[in-house]
């Protein structure tokens, strides 16, 4: 049963719930695996072996969000802002946090790889999409003859 036609769902609705849905999804992903990450730090390791999974769901919806934000750049169907340096500036916070708390707690935790790992795919999917609207701009400035 198509749902859509059931609530009259036009093309652009979909399209916005979809984003929207995405964007939640991430979201709900990044403050679960947060708090893991936390809690990991306030048990010393306890819960480590959950985070990898975590963090590839995480990764995952991320990069998913990410295409899907610049197809609809490229295709002119952007709705809306909410830029990828929130995610950056929140992973950055949160490990400068864990490693002050760290030396001055005098804490032995050991952040783990998996940890390190995603906070690089954060930035490289940041460093893309940078490079990918710079490219978008460049390329309808010219088209536009400015």
Do not use: C
């Amino acid at each position: 049963m198509d749902l859509s036609k059931k609530i009259s769902l036009t093309p652009a609705k979909k399209k916005r719930v979809q984003y929207h849905f995405l964007r939640w999804v991430t979201t709900l992903w990044n403050v679960i695996l947060f708090a893991l990450i936390i809690l990991d730090f306030a048990h010393n390791n306890e819960y480590t072996e959950f985070i990898e999974p975590i963090a590839i769901l995480y990764i995952g919806t991320l990069a998913l969000y990410s295409v899907e934000k610049e197809f609809e750049r490229w295709y002119e169907y952007h709705i809306g802002r909410h830029p990828g340096e929130v995610y950056v500036v929140a992973w950055t916070a949160l490990l400068v946090g864990i490693t002050v708390a760290k030396l001055v707690l005098h804490n032995e935790y050991r952040i783990p790889s998996e940890v390190v790992s995603t906070y690089i795919g954060v930035l490289g999917l940041l460093a893309i999409t940078k490079k990918s609207k710079e490219f978008y701009k460049e390329l309808h400035k010219e088209q536009s003859g400015k």
